[in-house]
């Protein structure tokens, strides 16, 4: 009985007895939420277009967040550094379209996988040659976002707001709704609808597989610096961060992996989820728990709805 009540009832109690401590929670969730759903994004984006999951997303992350740190290093102002690191994953979308992705047109998904982890492992090995690999501190306030923090009495308590935490939910929010708005309302949007559905049938009425596949993998990168920005003002950039990048794998599995909407979702269901649980029951369960419970989490998801909150079920016919 002890254990139920452990279990079950302690937990609320705490809840109902410290208001402001669980919105001090709900906020930190709501900022991992959206940075989980930004990261996702990313993933969406190439899936719609290939088809694939791109694991080379997380490290797209780490190594657009060095370029923007290593190129502040070497004098360069930050505004500047800012254009030249989006001109680096132009070249980079640009590089894996011209190199990679345009000799797999209608090979297997399996092809086109593997070739993201070989891109993974390149871009590891091109940014510890370029970059070293020692963490670096992001250039927060040379960017112009906010530091500091705001204090606000409620419920007879405080409610704590780091101001890049706002900052990083703003931002995360409006790329999210502006690809959201531009992938789902223009032809560019249509075109990559139509090549995620059949490149072959694509081809043949006239859309250029490539051209989208640039794009897409462009836009992908702009995801990938917002991404490593406000992931490192919150912490260091360092190589770790390809495996808070891995954390989106549930959040798509959850939402759907063609679904943008889905990837809100899924990202603020993670974020909320795992920071209640890591601090209402994490001593309870060992602690650890924001390590594991997206992916427990989605394994519940891949047993009774596979295809995810917002997936299209594949309906298969003998």
Known sequence: ?????????????????????????????????????LIALGFVLIFKASGVFNFAQGIMVVFAALS?????????????????????MGVLAFSVERLVLRHLVNQPDIILFMSTIGLTYFLIGLGELIFGGEPKSMITSELGLP????????????????????????IAAILVIGLGIFFSRTRIGRALRAVADDHQAALSVG???????????????????????????????????????????????????????????????IGFGEKIFEVYWGGLLGGGVEGWFAYVIALIFLLFRPQGLFGEKIIERI
Do not use: C
């Open 1 to 37: 009985m002890d254990l139920l009540y452990n279990v079950f009832v302690d937990p609320f109690a705490q809840m109902a007895a410290l208001p402001d401590f669980l919105l001090q929670v709900l906020w930190e969730g709501f900022v991992s939420g959206t940075l989980y759903a």
């Open 68 to 88: 923007l740190v290593g190129l502040h290093a070497l004098g360069v102002p930050a505004i500047l550094a800012l254009i030249l690191a989006l001109a680096i």
């Open 147 to 170: 530091t500091g923090s705001t204090t606000f009495e409620i419920f007879d308590g405080i409610l704590i707001l780091q101001h890049i935490d706002i900052a990083a939910a703003v």
């Open 207 to 269: 859309i250029s597989l490539n051209q989208i596949w640039a794009i897409v993998w462009f836009a992908a990168g702009i995801v990938a610096l917002a991404t490593g920005i406000m992931w490192g003002a919150r912490s260091d950039v360092s190589f770790a961060l390809q495996i808070v990048a891995l954390k989106a794998l549930p959040v798509l599995i959850i939402g759907g992996f063609t679904s943008i909407p889905g990837a809100i979702i899924g990202g603020l269901i």
